[in-house]
């Protein structure tokens, strides 16, 4: 069974930093990609970023571009989001994801829908 915990929210000011983490289990993590997306209250759920399984490809969403850097840690079975210059607008809950099938030669998933496993989500609030 897969599992997936997030950590590392908060409350911050603008302009400050914040590093999720997120630990997978119940599989070998380096055979799949990963995604980080976030869910503003009353909005949808929305992609921002997502890693291949080596590290090696990254996309991030225009709105995080330049600010968010994802990475993973296959040792420790761990995806990073680091959040730098925070802003009011990156306010919600960040959930990191990963499909249920293997990394493939069509590239990184950007929609909900293609993801298959969730972690339980952490809240990130972004004072002005």
């Known amino acids: 069974q897969v599992q997936l915990v997030e950590s590392g929210g908060g409350l911050v000011q603008a302009g400050d930093s914040l590093r999720l983490s997120c630990v997978a289990s119940g599989r070998t993590f380096n055979n799949y990609d990963m995604g980080w997306f976030r869910q503003a209250p009353g909005k949808e759920r929305e992609f921002v970023s997502a890693?291949?399984?080596?590290?090696?490809?990254?996309t991030y969403a225009d709105s995080v571009k330049g600010r968010f850097t994802i990475s993973r840690d296959n040792a420790k079975n761990t995806v990073h989001l680091q959040m730098n210059s925070l802003k009011p607008e990156d306010t919600a809950v960040y959930y990191c994801?990963?499909?249920?099938?293997?990394?493939?030669?069509?590239?990184?998933?950007?929609?909900?829908?293609?993801?298959?496993?969730w972690g339980q989500g952490t809240q990130v609030t972004v004072s002005s």
């Open positions: 994801a990963t499909r249920r099938n293997p990394s493939d030669i069509y590239g990184l998933r950007i929609r909900r829908d293609e993801y298959d496993y």
């Open positions: 890693i291949s399984r080596s590290g090696g490809r990254t």
